[in-house]
């Protein structure tokens, strides 16, 4: 007869993982982003709205709706990442201590 190999459960390997600053300034970086192309978005849309119905077609309404919605990402993540690693909660507000 052949003989079987049993074997114990697997052991598990050290996973190399990321320093948790680095984890996370990654999870910083991706919401500035997924924010920017969130707002911008919503102000391009917004703008070609007001273009077709207000203005008559024209550009400037797109280009400012656009804008407005990069900066406002681009506000949101420089206080994202001046503010540290202060937890908040999902409102926006501060979590104190008891």
């Known amino acids: 007869m052949a003989e079987k190999n049993v074997s114990g459960?697997?052991?598990p390997t050290a996973r190399s993982t990321k320093p948790v600053s680095e984890a996370l300034l990654n999870e910083k970086w991706d919401r500035a982003i997924s924010s920017l192309l969130v707002r911008s978005g919503l102000g391009f849309g917004f703008g070609v709205i007001f273009s077709v119905l207000l203005f008559?077609?024209?550009a400037w309404p797109v280009v400012f709706g656009t804008g407005f919605g990069a900066g406002r990402a681009?506000?949101?993540a420089d206080a994202n990442f001046k503010r540290g690693d202060r937890p908040m909660t999902?409102?926006?507000l501060r979590?104190?201590?008891p």
Request: hydrophobic share 15%; charged share 55%.
């Open 9 to 11: 459960p697997p052991v």
């Open 95 to 97: 979590k104190t201590r």
């Open 90 to 92: 999902s409102e926006g």
């Open 56 to 58: 008559k077609r024209r």
């Open 74 to 76: 681009w506000e949101e």
